[in-house]
C-alpha cells in the first residue's frame, strides 16, 4: 500500500482535514509506537486482538504494551452478537465501547468482528418466544436490526468490518448453519454485504474464514468471489484466519489463496495469526469453535516450559511467515495476531480444554519471545 493510500484507508474516505489531522496523529502514534508496527509501516498494519478480560479489568500494562507494538485491533469476543445483544433488542454495549475507546485514543485502525456468524449467536435469535422456528423474512429483519444498529455506532469508528464469518464448510461449499437453513440458502451473506455497504459506504468489508489454504475452500470462494464481482456486492477484502502450526498449513498453499483472493480485486488480511506448538489432536487443524477432544499429558508436553528446540521452531515458523507477507506486501493490507499473550490465547483451550500453549509473540510476563526479535530483525 501507498502512504497516500494507507491513510486513506485508516481513514476510510477521508475529507482532507482529517487527513491533514490523521498525519498528526501519525506523527504522534509513531513517536509512542516504536515496537512491531513500527517496523513493519511501510508494509502492512500490524495488529492484535483485545481480550474481554484486557477490556474489562482494564488491564492497563497490556494495554500500554499494545499501543506501543500494534496499530490496528479487532474486538477478539465483544462484539458477538451473543455478547453486544445477548436477547433480541437488549444491548450491552460496555466493552464494546471500551474497546472502541482504546482504538480511538491511540489513533489506530479498528476492525469490527464480526457482524455474522454461526457461533455466539444468542439463544433465542432463530426462534420465536414461544420456541418455533423464525422465518426468512424473520431473519432478514433480525439481521439487518442487528447490523444496522451495531454499525451506526460505530460509524466513522469501526474502519474494517469482518462481515461475514466462517460460512464455508472446508471443502463441501456454503456451511449448513442455522443462517443457511432458515434462509433457505446463502442469500444471507450477500444480503449482510449489501446492508454493510448502505450503512457506512466507506467501510472496509471482508469475508473471514479459517483453513483458507485449503484449495477445495479456494475454490469455492474465488467462484463465489467472481460472482460477487459480476453482481455489484460490495466485498473489499478477504480475512484468512491464519490459525497456524508449527507444520502446518504447506506455505505454497497459503501463498496461492493469497493471490487467488488477490487476482479477484480483493484486499488480503490476515486476521487471527497464531503458532500453535502443540501436538494436533487426531490430526485436527480446524478452527470450527464447537470442537472439545479429552485431554491427556501425553497432548500436552510442554506444562512447565517451552523447550528451546520448539522456540527455535516457533521463531522459525513466524520467520517464514513474514517472510511471505512481506513478499505480498503490495496486496496484504493487514497482519492481526489473535491475541497479544500466550497466557491469553484461545489455543490453550482448543482443541483440548487445559494445555498450556505458546503461539504468539510475547509470553505469559508479557515478554517479548525470540519471535519476536526476529520479526524485528528481519525488517533492520
Ligand atoms: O465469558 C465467559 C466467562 O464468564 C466464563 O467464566 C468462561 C468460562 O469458560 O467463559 C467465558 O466465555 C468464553 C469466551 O471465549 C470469553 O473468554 C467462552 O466460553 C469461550 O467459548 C469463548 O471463546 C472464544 C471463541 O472465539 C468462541 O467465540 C475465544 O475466546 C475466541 O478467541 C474465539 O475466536 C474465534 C473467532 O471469533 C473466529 N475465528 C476462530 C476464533 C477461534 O475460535
Known sequence: MTSISRRQFLMGSASLAALANLKACAIHSAAERTGLASAYGDDFLVGTAISNDTLANDNQHLKTLIARDFNAITAENCMKSALVQPRQGQWDWGL?????????????????HALVWHSQVPDDFFVHTDGSPIDRDELIQRMETHIRTLMGRYKG??????????????????????????????????????????????AHLIYNDYNMHNPGKRAFLVDVLKDYKRRGVPIHGVGLQSHVGLDYPDLQEFEASIEAYAAQGMRIHCTELEVDV?????????????????????????ADALPTDIQE??????????????KHRDKIDRVTFWGTHDGESWKNDFPVRGRTNYPLLFDRELQPKPAYFALMALKR
Open 96 to 112: 464494546a465501547d471500551r474497546f472502541v475507546n482504546f482504538g480511538t485514543q491511540h489513533d489506530m485502525h479498528i476492525v469490527g
Open 157 to 202: 469508528k469501526i474502519q474494517t468490518w469482518d462481515v461475514v464469518n466462517e460460512a464455508i464448510d472446508e471443502d463441501k461449499g456454503w456451511r449448513k448453519s442455522a443462517w443457511f437453513n432458515t434462509m433457505g440458502n446463502a442469500d444471507y451473506v450477500e444480503h449482510a454485504f449489501r446492508l454493510a455497504h448502505e450503512l457506512d459506504p466507506s
Open 278 to 302: 502443540l501436538p494436533v489432536a487426531w490430526e485436527f487443524t480446524g478452527a470450527e469453535i464447537s470442537t472439545d477432544f479429552e485431554y491427556s499429558d501425553q497432548l500436552n508436553p510442554y
Open 313 to 326: 521452531r516457533l521463531t522459525e515458523r513466524y520467520v517464514q511467515l513474514f517472510r511471505l507477507f512481506l
